[in-house]
C-alpha cells in the first residue's frame, strides 16, 4: 500500500510562486492526514549524479525534480506532484496500487500530474538507475533537455503501454485515463473536468525556455479563435 505521503521537489531557493501555494493549499485541503515534504538542496543529493549535478550547475532545477523524483519514490514511498498541480479531491483511492500515475494526452504518460508508488516499486528503481548512465550537458556541449515525460513514456512502452490514453495495468503499473488527472490541454489550455477528475495540471512549465514559453502563448492565443487554429494545424501537418 502506497503510504499517506505527498512529496514535491522546490530546488533554487526562490519562493513559491502565487500558484504554487495556491495548489498548496488545496493539498491541505483534500489531503489533510497526508504528511508533506518538500525537496530541495538541504535534504536531496544534488550532486550525487553527473546528470543532476550538471543540470544544477545551469540552474535548469526542474530537470533536478525528473530524477529525484524516482529517487525518493524508490526509497521512502508516496505520491510525487509537481508543484502545480491542484487537488480536487481525495487520493485515498489510488493508495491501493503498487504505483501508479495518468495519461496527459493519448500519446504521453507524465510523472508530474502525479507518481505515486510503494517503497521499492521495481519501475522506480529502473527509471531512477537509468538516469545514473546519462549527462545533462552533451560532449559537444549542448543540453540534454529531453523530459521525464519522454523517458517515462518511452520506458513504459517498451514494457508493453499502448498509447491510446485508456486505463491500463503494465506489470502492477497503473496508467489512468487522461480526465483523472489532466483535464486540462497542454495544448489548448482548455479545461474539460469529469466525474473521474482527481486534480488538474496547471502547465507552469519551469523546465522551459523562453522561446518554448513565447511558442506555447502564441499557440493558446491561437487556440482560442476557431477558425484560425484550423487553419494553424492544417498548415502545420503540411508541413
Same mark, same amino acid.
Given at each position: 500500500?502506497?503510504?499517506?505521503?505527498?512529496?514535491?521537489?522546490?530546488?533554487g531557493g526562490k519562493p513559491l510562486p502565487p500558484l504554487a501555494i495556491k495548489c498548496l493549499e488545496s493539498w491541505n485541503k483534500y489531503l489533510p492526514d497526508y504528511?508533506?515534504?518538500?525537496?530541495?538542496?538541504?535534504?536531496?543529493?544534488?550532486?550525487?549524479?553527473?546528470?543532476?549535478?550538471?543540470?544544477?550547475?545551469?540552474?535548469?532545477?526542474?530537470?533536478?525534480?525528473?530524477?529525484?523524483? *524516482?529517487?525518493?519514490?524508490?526509497?521512502?514511498? !508516496?505520491?510525487?506532484?509537481? $508543484?502545480?498541480?491542484?487537488?480536487?479531491?481525495?487520493?485515498?483511492?489510488?493508495?491501493?496500487?503498487h504505483s501508479f500515475s495518468g495519461f496527459e494526452s493519448k500519446d504521453r504518460v507524465a510523472?508530474?500530474?502525479?507518481l505515486g508508488a510503494e517503497k521499492g516499486c521495481s519501475l522506480m528503481k529502473k527509471l531512477m538507475n537509468s538516469y545514473h548512465e546519462r549527462h545533462f550537458i552533451n560532449q559537444n556541449g549542448l543540453l540534454n533537455e529531453k523530459t521525464v515525460v519522454s523517458y517515462m513514456t518511452e520506458e513504459l512502452v517498451s514494457e508493453g503501454l499502448i498509447l491510446n490514453g485508456e486505463l491500463q495495468n503494465i506489470h502492477d503499473f497503473i496508467v489512468y485515463p487522461i480526465d483523472? *488527472?489532466?483535464?486540462?490541454?497542454?495544448?489548448? !489550455?482548455?479545461?474539460?473536468? $469529469?466525474?473521474?477528475?482527481?486534480?488538474?495540471?496547471?502547465?507552469?512549465?519551469?523546465?522551459?525556455?523562453?522561446?518554448?514559453?513565447?511558442?506555447?502563448?502564441?499557440?493558446?492565443?491561437?487556440?482560442?479563435?476557431?477558425?484560425?487554429?484550423?487553419?494553424?494545424?492544417?498548415?502545420?501537418?503540411?508541413?
Open positions: 500500500m502506497i503510504p499517506k505521503t505527498i512529496h514535491y521537489c522546490w530546488f504528511e508533506i515534504i518538500e525537496w530541495n538542496e538541504s535534504n536531496f543529493p544534488v550532486n550525487s549524479i553527473p546528470y543532476t549535478k550538471e543540470a544544477a550547475a545551469k540552474g535548469k532545477w526542474a530537470f533536478v525534480s525528473d530524477y529525484a523524483r *524516482f529517487y525518493i519514490l524508490y526509497h521512502n514511498g !508516496g505520491i510525487y506532484l509537481d $508543484t502545480d498541480v491542484q487537488i480536487l479531491k481525495s487520493l485515498n483511492p489510488f493508495l491501493k496500487h510523472p508530474g500530474l502525479i483523472f *488527472f489532466s483535464p486540462k490541454s497542454l495544448e489548448t !489550455g482548455k479545461l474539460k473536468i $469529469t466525474s473521474n477528475t482527481y486534480s488538474i495540471h496547471h502547465y507552469a512549465g519551469s523546465w522551459m525556455s523562453n522561446t518554448s514559453r513565447l511558442k506555447r502563448y502564441v499557440y493558446l492565443l491561437i487556440a482560442k479563435v476557431p477558425f484560425v487554429y484550423k487553419m494553424y494545424n492544417k498548415i502545420y501537418r503540411k508541413y
